[in-house]
């Protein structure tokens, strides 16, 4: 793996829709133009679009991003 610079971490919360409990995942913003910074510029930005879900307990595809937390 590549060891890119990032500008920011979060941590998205997920509620799986097939098994019904709260998974979060990991999502790290490279260091490029218009990058959000915080858990509301992310929140309007197409990096979460990009997000693709994965229930990692059931594999589900379906979830509905409850939260986001920055982690520093
Ligand atoms: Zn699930």
Redesign the pocket.
Known sequence: MEDQACVARFELHFH?F??Q?NVSAFLDVPDVEGAPRDAEELGESAFLQRQRFL?H??E?AIGLLVGITAVT
């Open positions: 799986c097939n098994c409990v229930c307990r059931c589900g």
